[in-house]
């Protein structure tokens, strides 16, 4: 195989891996469990019973900062 079209497979089968990581990827948001705040969780794998992620609570109303 010449390099240039060693180059172009590894380059389509690096796209067709992130493209494959990127879908199996999801975000949810979570709200109804408080008027003044709500979640959002990331989970990596959603075919896996247990993957990596993170979790996250937002709040509404923050609280009001001065600043001079």
Known sequence: MRNDTKLRVAAIFLFILWKQLAVAQA?????GFAK?????IE???????ISKGWVAIYDLNPPFIWSS
């Open 27 to 31: 975000i949810f948001t979570v709200d």
């Open 43 to 49: 989970i990596s794998d959603t075919t896996e019973v």
């Open 36 to 40: 003044e705040y709500y979640g959002k």
